[in-house]
């Protein structure tokens, strides 16, 4: 079960759409949610931050933690009217950390919570996302800059090409599979012949060995991405949550992503759980 996740609290949006996700599986799970939100340092070398410049860099450093004061206010107004198990706290960083920063924390939680990227959004966000995949060593929920709606799991889509972060990604989304009106197994033709001997229907199996019923849709990609031809079909289908495995990785201090992943974070259209 999920019983204990973190979420990063976003400071710019008027509607943080991570935080409002995350209490609505706290709802849920009856879960406790921490939230965290970062109060970014900026820092220069002295000889550059003296006079005016030091000036302009001490009132954009007292904005931050003004932003990060607000967030950690909305969201425990928020978990308190709703009756969700929560703590919140602040924590002074630079920009450039704070994806090393949020990966160590998550990896104390059953799920890290964060949303997408928004287009010329200027925070670390990307950096928190890549950190939550790839520093915690637990599943990261990223839920689109769209998304109004709170948990739902109607219809639940499993991406499957029988490698070994789709195999981690399908055992980390078991509490939500248990919770699932009907769960499908979408593979599509570019990705099928990977791995013959980890086949949809031995997942299958796997799966109603746990009361579960899934169905298995084999897609043709006609000629488009393999992402694109998955969002359509949930676009399609009313699909409410996505699952899939995270692939990237690390190059000296900087994140890798592989091309799918990179894909689905950049246009994913419902909430993806996602496990590297």
């Known amino acids: 079960m999920i019983k204990d996740l973190l979420v990063n609290l976003s400071l710019n949006a008027k509607t943080d759409v991570a ?21 970014y340092k900026m820092t220069y070398p002295g000889s550059v931050a003296d ?16 932003a990060a004061n607000q967030a950690k206010s909305r969201f425990d107004a928020a978990a308190s009217g709703r009756g969700v ?12 950390d704070a994806g090393d920063q949020f990966g160590q924390s998550a ?24 950190g939550a995949l790839f520093q915690s060593g637990r599943p990261t929920m990223v839920v689109p800059y769209i998304n109004r709606a709170p948990l739902k799991l109607d219809r ?20 939500f599979l248990k919770q699932a009106g009907k769960i499908e197994i979408v593979t599509v033709s570019a990705e099928q012949e990977k791995h013959k001997d980890t086949s ?15 169905e298995i849709r ?17 676009a399609d289908n009313s699909i409410d949550l996505i699952v899939m495995g995270a692939y990237g990785h690390s190059r000296l ?24």
């Open 200 to 214: 949809p229907s031995r997942v299958a199996q796997h799966l109603s060995r746990h009361d579960l019923k899934p």
């Open 85 to 96: 198990a929560s703590s919140s706290y602040i924590l002074a960083t630079e920009m450039a």
């Open 218 to 234: 084999a897609l043709s990609s006609a000629g488009l991405s393999v992402v694109d031809t998955v969002l359509s079909y949930a």
């Open 19 to 39: 935080s409002e996700f995350a209490l609505s599986i706290g709802e849920r799970f009856k879960a406790h949610v921490d939230a965290l939100a970062f109060a």
């Open 107 to 130: 990896r104390c939680y059953d799920l890290a919570v964060v949303a997408q990227e928004e287009p010329d959004d200027s925070s670390a966000l990307d950096l928190i996302i890549e």
């Open 156 to 175: 639940v889509a499993v991406c499957w090409d029988g490698g070994l972060n789709a195999a981690r990604a399908v055992g980390n989304a078991m509490p």
């Open 51 to 66: 006079g005016f410049a030091a000036s302009l860099l001490t009132q954009r450093n007292e904005e931050f933690i003004q």
């Open 253 to 276: 201090r900087e994140f890798v992503l592989g091309g799918m992943t990179r894909d689905i974070l950049r246009t994913m259209t419902v909430p993806v759980l996602m496990s590297h």
